[in-house]
């Protein structure tokens, strides 16, 4: 694998895998990678030639209240991950190289209405962050797919309205939710999870999947979220959020909607769980 920290190093591989004709898959992150993560690069190999792959945590997609500098950062075992997975790229880029002028002056990208509401009520900004580094980091690497997992069911809509929005030639692959033996999905925030806690917090995607089945049968859908909150909060969590909405606009569901997703998030001691599931009717 190679790694490379600077711009103008990244470009000069992946021109040089283009005038080979090779197609070129991206796996951006911020590292401390888990199963989920290495799922998105193995499948980027199914779709390219080549897999890139980068780590930055992303300052613009962090809120007022939210510590970046306590955020988990594994570097030598993430990179000996991503070699385990085959990945041909590592771009390990400076705050300073993505935003040179600084936060306040850098050009922003904002993704209306899939961006409003849930995670994006419950942090402020944290889309147009997203956003805005995924664009920034598409221009430099010039993929022509890119993997991101579906646990951030919210962030993926969000990104492929951008794509669309702004005529970019990429392919984006949502993948499938990596899951621990007790149904936890995957992420970076189950580090910050004591014992206890991690007995209690797969309790979030038990109460989403019962929501799930009653929603086939019951369209009282403003009771069974009452009900689902109520069962997550005595399970010992405190409920963020947890709705039902249509799969593809992320608007509150209606009876007749036949493509719907569960988006919930839950903080269970300093963890922020989020978590959702795709129902079709």
Known sequence: MKIVNEIIELRQQVSE??????????????GNLHAGHIALVTEAHRHADKVVASIFVNPMQFGANEDIDNYPRTLDNDQQQLVSANTDLLFIPSAQMIYPKGLDKQTYVDVPNVSVGYCGESRPGHFRGVATVVCKLFNLVQPDIACFGLKDYQQVQVIKTMVEDLSMAIDIIAVDTVREKSGLAMSSRNGYLTPEQLAIAPALAKNIQWLAQQIKSDHDFSGLIKQATHLINNAGMKTDYIDICHARTLQPANKDDKELVILAAAHCGKARLIDNLQVFL
Request: charged share 20%; no cysteine.
């Open 17 to 30: 895998w283009r005038k080979q004709g090779l197609k070129i898959a991206f796996v951006p992150t911020m």
